[in-house]
């Protein structure tokens, strides 16, 4: 059983940044062959893909609203993706979710991914 645990999140200023880490425990040598994904989730809104990156070619997805502003990357010797996130906006704020899902592909859609965290909240203020 793989277990996903994010942290980082936090209140910060629209303008400022922030580094979401998520650490798999359980996963073992197999953690390299999942691809991950962050997702977010606002009050009242359903749950949305932020960015993904695969498991094959370390290649990377991202939504359109958060292009160029956030980056996705891992390290697969220590179990753990990354969102580094810079010049937040007030429309970011949301409880932030790692994924991970033993698909080649990166999926932007949370049905079919395997393993959930528990979520980070992030609230930037304008």
């Known amino acids: 059983q793989v277990q996903l645990v994010e942290s980082g999140g936090g209140l910060v200023q629209a303008g400022g940044s922030l580094r979401l880490s998520c650490v798999a425990s359980?996963?073992?040598?197999?953690?390299?062959?999942?691809?991950m994904g962050w997702f977010r989730q606002a009050p009242g809104k359903e749950r949305e893909f932020v960015a993904g990156?695969?498991?094959?070619?370390?290649?990377?997805n991202y939504a359109d609203d958060v292009e160029g502003r956030f980056t996705i990357s891992r390290d697969n010797a220590k179990k753990s993706v990354y969102l580094q996130m810079n010049s937040l906006k007030p429309e970011d704020t949301a409880v932030y979710y790692c994924?991970?899902?033993?698909?080649?592909?990166?999926?932007?859609?949370?049905?079919?991914?395997?393993?959930w965290g528990q979520g980070t909240q992030v609230t930037v203020s304008s």
């Open positions: 994924g991970a899902d033993r698909n080649i592909k990166v999926r932007t859609t949370p049905s079919g991914y395997d393993y």
């Open positions: 359980g996963a073992g040598r197999i953690f390299g062959t999942y691809a």
């Open positions: 990156i695969s498991w094959w070619d370390d290649s990377t």
